[in-house]
């Protein structure tokens, strides 16, 4: 009997080189009707809706391939959008508010059907049914090649320039000298949608106001503030907390979530969202009883154990002794109120977004186009625009490209049509 030998796996080398001999087989016309600079979210979304009304969309996006950082999303799983899209989660939120419109949930939703998408809602959170990051990669590869969109990856953008009738959009090779990377080159178009997160190195050269860049939705560097718990002792301990985020006494921000201790501050999806607010000598106060009544907290330690409301080591860490009351409920009562002085953003190379970019006041919010430079446009995190976790800033990704996408096109047509 034969016997069967595995396939060797190839290495990562093997693979970059095989991504850019992929990428460097995609012929960029010279010229076509609009041009996305950046093949993410809200770039893949741009030219998906662009195609499909007729124009002809090239994606340029300097990764080895379209659509990778989707994979990251979610954990894995890309919580894509989320049933309650308020504008108050998002900055600049009456700016996002026009861009989106009234039907901003519908028009996602309607976008993924069509594209073969199916979905599942766990405490409003949308997934896609099959839990899988890739599921959404896929079929929004799968359309857009279907609606004939030339997909360059590879390609970085070195600049955006008006030329005659249009733009010029030049690029070079994302891995220049590498073995199978693309040449340098550039397209002519009648619009260009800037999707490419920040946009600052473009905008430089164009003249448009941008607003700092900077991580958000990450971990906080804390201080415990007289609150009895040593964060080194908690170390890796969750807790689920009603959070509130303080500056000068008053109540900025409070969300119910997990909090993940660090023995430097505070993580969790929580605490991320509250770094969206925060600033360094603002306060994070933290009920891990989540507002339980004197009577509950009194019955749970009576037992002479704090355990059966808090994490056994944040029990022991705020001085619950085994067996006595008195210090079980005294930890209690400490657990409702435990004070952090915030000092710093902490881990921003793990950030889930980045804040800043163009500057949402030179563009109109109904087609996201420029106010000074007809024929650009700008969506995603191209834009300042950052919200909380939850779906919340893949749904802008989304509902912005669809709106950059179809008044790019529009454009572009119209002017083919004189």
Not at 332 to 340: D, E, I, M, V
Not at 341 to 346: M, Q
């Amino acid at each position: 009997m034969a016997t069967r030998t595995r396939a060797k796996k190839p290495s990562r080398a093997e693979l970059r080189e095989r991504a850019l001999a992929a990428a460097s087989a995609v012929g960029v016309p010279a010229a076509c009707d609009v041009v996305v600079v950046g093949g993410g979210a809200s770039g893949l979304a741009a030219a998906i809706v662009a195609a499909e009304a007729g124009a002809r969309a090239c994606v340029l996006e300097q990764d080895l391939k379209c659509g990778r950082k989707i994979l990251a999303t979610g954990n894995g799983r890309c919580n894509f959008a989320n049933e309650d899209l308020n504008p108050a989660r998002y900055r600049n939120g009456a700016f996002v508010a026009k861009a989106a419109g009234t039907r901003w949930l519908e028009e996602i939703l309607g976008f993924f059907g069509a594209s073969g998408l199916a979905w599942a809602s766990e405490e409003g959170r949308l997934y896609p049914l099959s839990r899988q990051a890739a599921s959404v990669r896929s079929v929004l590869l799968a359309r857009a090649r279907h609606a004939g969109v030339t997909l360059a990856p590879a390609r970085k953008v070195t600049s955006v320039a008006p030329a005659a009738g249009g733009w010029k959009v030049s690029f070079s090779p994302a891995a220049p000298g590498e073995k199978g990377a693309p040449q340098a080159g550039g397209v002519t178009a009648r619009a260009v949608v800037v999707a490419a997160g920040g946009g600052s190195a473009l905008a430089r050269g164009l003249g448009l106001s941008t607003v700092a860049e900077g991580p958000v939705l990450c971990a906080l560097a804390c201080e415990p503030e007289n609150n009895g718990l040593e964060l080194a002792l908690v170390d890796g301990r969750r807790a689920h907390a009603h959070a509130r985020l303080l500056r000068g006494g008053r109540e900025l921000w409070a969300e119910d979530g997990e909090v993940l201790f660090r023995p430097w501050g505070l993580s969790g999806i929580c605490v991320f969202d509250l770094s969206r607010r925060a600033e360094a000598g603002d306060v994070i106060s933290l009920d891990l009883t989540c507002g339980m009544a004197d009577a509950r907290l009194e019955a749970a330690a009576a037992t002479g154990t704090a355990d059966g409301v808090l994490d056994p080591q944040v029990a022991a860490a705020l001085g619950a002794a085994d067996g006595n009351p008195a210090s079980a409920l005294a930890a209690l009562r400490q657990a409702r109120s435990l004070r952090f002085l915030v000092t710093d953003r902490a881990e921003t190379e793990r950030a889930q977004v980045t804040r800043g970019g163009l500057d949402v006041t030179g563009f109109f919010p109904e087609t996201l186009g420029c106010a000074t430079l007809p024929g650009l446009f700008a969506c995603g995190e191209a834009l300042d625009v950052d919200a909380d976790c939850g779906g919340f800033n893949l749904a802008w990704a989304w509902r912005s490209g669809q709106v950059a996408g179809a008044s790019a096109a529009a454009l572009a047509l119209s002017q083919n049509r004189k």
